[in-house]
Every structure is written in structure tokens, then in C-alpha cells.
């Protein structure tokens, strides 16, 4: 049985967010395509993370120190670690994204769970065959998508899975169709499922 996860850093609710609508997209089709996969998702929004301490990092340290796995300040980590595929939706805000899904990256980046260091170079541990970043933009950014490069380093840093990315960009401004250019992204979303 296949496992996904799906990081669900939109921040506006899903009956309005255009990345979540995304999202759904690809996830409704890839579930109708494999029937024996599970979505795990996690709605950042409604999540109990916070960001690092120094309390965290230092609590985090002594646990990896006493190998003490099971302690619930590895359960984010573990999760990443161990998911088939992952999926991450976040919207561009300030030319990234939510400050939450940094949040999540801060308790998802643990030395020994989701990458060691072999001869001073960092090695990913996370097993994830293809990490997809779905976001959407109100400009054209163009290349400059330092949010999906972010996501990228971050999935090069902890795995060694095949990264892909969406972008839909030109919601916000004037007089922009969005409800085609909705419908079209949506297809692509959907043709994307069925190769993913
Ligand atoms: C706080 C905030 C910051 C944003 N920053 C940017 C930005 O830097 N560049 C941009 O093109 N759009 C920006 N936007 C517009 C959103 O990216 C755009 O509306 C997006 O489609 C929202 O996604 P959603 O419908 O999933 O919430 C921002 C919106 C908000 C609320």
C-alpha cells in the first residue's frame, strides 16, 4: 500500500483557496487511479506547530543523543521520513510562502531521521519517490519562484526523490480570467496525476 502526504500549508479555507483547489485535483485523481493509496494530510493551519526554540532544539538533542525515537518531538520528522510521495500546496506570500510551512520544515529537518552527515556532506534519509510543490501567485513572478526553490533544496537536502512543481501564476490582477485560467490549471493538475 502506497502513502502520501499531502502538506496542506494554505492558509485561506479550502472552499476559496485556489492552491488547495488544486491540490484536491490531483489528489481526487491519483486516489481514483490507486486505489490503494492513502492520503495523510496535514492542515498546517490547524496544526499545534510552533517554531523552534532554543528549549526545542536543545530537548530535540538530547533526545537523538539517547535515541529516544518515540519521543512525539520526532513524529512530524518520522512522517516525512517514511511517506511514499509527498505533496505540498502552499500559496505564494511575500515571494515564498506561509510562514507555517517554514514552521513545519523546522521540525521536519532532524539530523539522524531525515538526513545524516557522511563525510561532512548531508545525506537525505527521507524515502518519498517525488515530492510535487503546488502553488498559485496574484503576479508574474516568472522564474522567481523562491518558494519552489526552497521546497526544492529542502527535498534535495532530505531525499532523493524526483521533484516536481506547479505554478499558476496572474490570479490577482485586473481583469485576469481566472475562472479559465482556474479550469485549465485544474486539467493540468489532473494529466499531472496521472503521471506522477
Ligand atoms: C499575505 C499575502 C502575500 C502575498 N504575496 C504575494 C506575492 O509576493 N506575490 C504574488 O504574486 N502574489 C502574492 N499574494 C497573492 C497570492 O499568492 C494569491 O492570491 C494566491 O492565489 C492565493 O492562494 P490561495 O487562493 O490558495 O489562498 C499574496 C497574498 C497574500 C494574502
Redesign the pocket.
Known amino acids: 500500500m502506497e502513502n502520501i502526504l499531502f502538506i496542506n500549508s494554505?492558509?485561506?479555507p479550502e472552499d476559496?483557496?485556489?492552491?488547495?483547489?488544486l491540490c484536491k485535483s490531483f489528489l481526487d485523481r491519483y486516489t481514483e487511479l490507486h486505489k490503494d493509496t492513502t492520503v495523510t494530510e496535514i492542515v498546517l493551519t490547524k496544526s499545534n506547530l510552533t517554531p523552534f526554540t532554543q528549549n526545542d532544539v536543545e530537548q530535540r538533542d538530547a533526545a537523538i543523543l539517547t535515541k529516544d525515537y518515540d519521543n512525539p518531538i520526532f513524529d512530524y520528522a518520522k512522517q516525512f521520513a517514511n511517506a511514499d510521495k509527498i505533496i505540498i500546496?502552499a500559496?505564494?506570500?511575500?515571494?515564498s510562502y506561509?510562514s507555517i510551512l517554514k514552521v513545519y520544515i523546522e521540525h521536519i529537518c532532524v539530523n539522524t531521521v531525515t538526513f545524516v552527515y557522511e563525510n561532512d556532506m548531508p545525506k537525505g534519509l527521507a524515502k518519498f519517490s517525488k515530492l510535487l510543490y503546488i502553488?498559485?501567485?496574484?503576479?508574474?513572478?516568472g522564474e522567481n519562484d523562491f518558494g519552489k526553490d526552497y521546497a526544492e533544496g529542502i527535498a534535495k537536502f532530505l531525499g532523493n526523490g524526483e521533484f516536481t512543481s506547479m505554478s499558476?501564476?496572474g490570479?490577482?490582477i485586473a481583469g485576469t480570467d481566472v475562472d479559465t485560467i482556474m479550469n485549465t490549471a485544474e486539467e493540468k493538475a489532473i494529466q499531472l496525476a496521472e503521471i506522477f
Do not use: H, K
Open positions: 494554505c492558509i485561506r476559496i483557496s485556489r492552491t488547495y483547489r500546496g500559496p505564494l506570500w511575500d515571494l506561509p502553488s498559485t501567485c496574484g503576479g508574474f513572478i499558476v501564476q490570479l490577482d
